[in-house]
């Protein structure tokens, strides 16, 4: 116990707190007003006696999630995600030996060496999805999707998703709106009162609940489907290298030598239903950012081509070796992920014991939001922080630090999504030219550069029109391919 006070914070109410005052929509932006307000770029709020802590600057995040990491690594438990189904899921684990477990299980296979033997997968995605561009340029949000959902299905679950009609698409949509439907995780009525997850269908009060439930089926299937298909061909010695098989595999090794195993069956489905649901759709999201910034932004698209034709010339398509050659491109999707951050409240921690910081007094059990938009747009770290400046990284601005998280539940796929993004701008770049679509009053549309509310968010729908470069052999190259 300590004598310091809390972080400073809007005066609650009597017993209820803070309840009412955070805004479900957009929580992010009360934060900032009250950093601003309180003077502090840390803020304590306190909902029926829960105390919620949000961190508004990079300073406050990287000191206490990354350097106090020890203290700050474990989860709220996200009830309204348990009433979906979801499980041994990497995302929603609270820390302990099998969360341990399950971050080791994902660094093994996704540190930034070892993705490297995804990159065929994710080139060939990248390439055929620009090739089915070429013929349906109005289909990109479904052309996207499928490269998205197939690059993370082959590398979960070893299975190629060659049509946008394959029922893995449906799904992959059925669960992002499962995922994105529940709200900011941790602010539904259920996490809020565990006892409403008993609440009978006829007098469920809550939206979110009822969503919840309608979404099991799909959660359940999103485990199921894949892996029992992945399971025939493993049997069959016919399945293609990925995350389950090489962990089935280690584990029925293992087993066979006798080596004791912490591991489960019911982990490695676990895990790779996160890696499916935590990497596939956000990538989608990524990509579709990218697409938006292109869209608003001709000079920027100009600039990257430039490079592109530079460094990877007519004679060829842009592969992972160019990426340190193509130092503006880079700049470009770092700057995308600053001014779009997909979970703008990133996924709360929780402490795990009492913490004093600047002399402010952090109980245990704190949920602890670190506040990615507030971060991204601070006026001092980053000049003109609502401009969008791919430069800005020359002058010495750091690249963004929040969208993937903070200390030891940042997130694993980072250099994965990070690649995806990257292969398919660079091969979309080289073929294609993105222009605005035109309104009913005959003037160009201009995205909104918004974000959908809800555990992985991805940007509002907007429109665009691809017509291929015709100063390139981009189109030509990519239809041998
Ligand atoms: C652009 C794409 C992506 C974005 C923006 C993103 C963002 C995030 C964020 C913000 C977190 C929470 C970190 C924290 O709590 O501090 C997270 C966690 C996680 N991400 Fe990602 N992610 C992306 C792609 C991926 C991919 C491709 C994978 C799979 C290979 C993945 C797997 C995970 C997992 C398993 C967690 C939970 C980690 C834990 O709780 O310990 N993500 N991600």
Redesign the pocket.
């Known amino acids: 116990k300590t004598s310091c006070p809390f972080p400073p914070g809007p005066p609650g109410k009597l017993l209820v707190g803070n309840l009412g005052q955070v805004s479900a929509e957009r929580p992010e932006i009360d934060y900032m007003r009250w950093g601003e307000e309180y003077g502090s770029d840390v803020i304590h709020t306190e909902v029926l006696g829960q105390h919620i802590i949000c961190l508004n600057s990079a300073q406050a995040a990287t000191d206490l999630?990354d350097r106090r990491g020890f203290i700050y690594?474990d989860?709220p438990r996200f009830r309204l995600f348990e009433v979906m189904g979801w499980g041994l899921?990497?995302?929603?684990?609270r820390w302990d030996s099998r969360?341990k477990l399950?971050?080791r299980l994902?660094h093994q296979?996704?540190s930034s060496s070892n993705i490297k033997v995804f990159r065929p997968a994710q080139l060939f995605e990248a390439r055929k999805a620009v090739r089915s561009l070429l013929s349906n340029p109005a289909d990109w949000k479904d052309i996207t999707l499928l490269m998205s959902t197939s690059i993370?299905f082959r590398?979960?679950f070893g299975q190629e998703i060659q049509y946008k009609n394959s029922p893995y698409c449906d799904l992959s949509r059925a669960a992002n709106d499962a995922t994105t439907g529940g709200g900011t995780p941790g602010s539904a009525l259920v996490d809020l009162f565990p006892l409403a997850r008993y609440l009978p269908d006829c007098i469920n009060i809550s939206p979110s609940l009822r969503h919840a439930r309608r979404s099991r089926p799909v959660i359940q299937a999103v485990h199921d489907y894949p892996w029992n298909a992945n399971l025939k061909d493993i049997e069959a010695g016919t399945a293609a290298p990925s995350?389950m098989k090489t962990h089935i595999e280690r584990l029925v090794k293992d087993q066979s030598a006798g080596i004791a195993q912490e591991l489960t069956l019911a982990d490695i489905k676990g895990?790779t239903g996160?890696?499916f649901i935590?990497?596939?759709n956000?990538?989608w999201?990524?990509v579709q950012s990218c697409i938006l910034f292109l869209t608003k932004y001709p000079d920027t698209q100009r600039r990257i081509q430039q490079e592109l034709d530079l460094v990877v010339g007519r004679g060829r398509l842009p592969g992972f070796d160019d990426r340190p050659h193509l130092p503006y491109l880079e700049r470009f999707i770092n700057e995308v992920?600053r001014c779009l951050?997909?979970?703008p409240l990133?996924?709360?921690?929780k402490s795990l014991r009492d913490d004093v910081y600047r002399g402010m007094f952090i109980p245990k059990g704190s949920i602890v939001f670190?506040n990615?938009t507030a971060i991204l747009t601070d006026p001092a770290v980053y000049q003109d922080p609502h401009v969008f400046d791919p430069d800005r990284y020359l002058r010495g601005e750091p690249y963004p630090p929040?969208?993937?998280?903070?200390?030891?539940?940042?997130?694993?796929?980072?250099f994965?999504?990070?690649a995806?993004?990257y292969i398919f701008t660079a091969t979309l770049m080289a073929a294609f030219n993105i222009k605005k679509a035109i309104g009913v009053d005959g003037k160009p549309l201009e995205p909104k550069v918004a974000v959908s509310v809800g555990l992985?968010g991805h940007p509002q729908p907007f429109d665009c029109v691809l017509r291929p470069r015709s100063d390139t052999n981009a189109s030509q190259l990519l239809s041998q391919y």
């Open positions: 999630l690594c989860r899921t990497l995302t929603f684990l969360c399950h971050r994902f296979t996704f993370i590398i979960a995350f895990a996160a890696i935590a990497g596939g956000t990538t999201s990524a992920m951050p997909l979970n990133i996924i709360p921690h670190a990615a929040a969208n993937f998280g903070f200390g030891r539940r940042k997130c694993p796929g980072n994965l999504a990070l995806s993004v992985g």
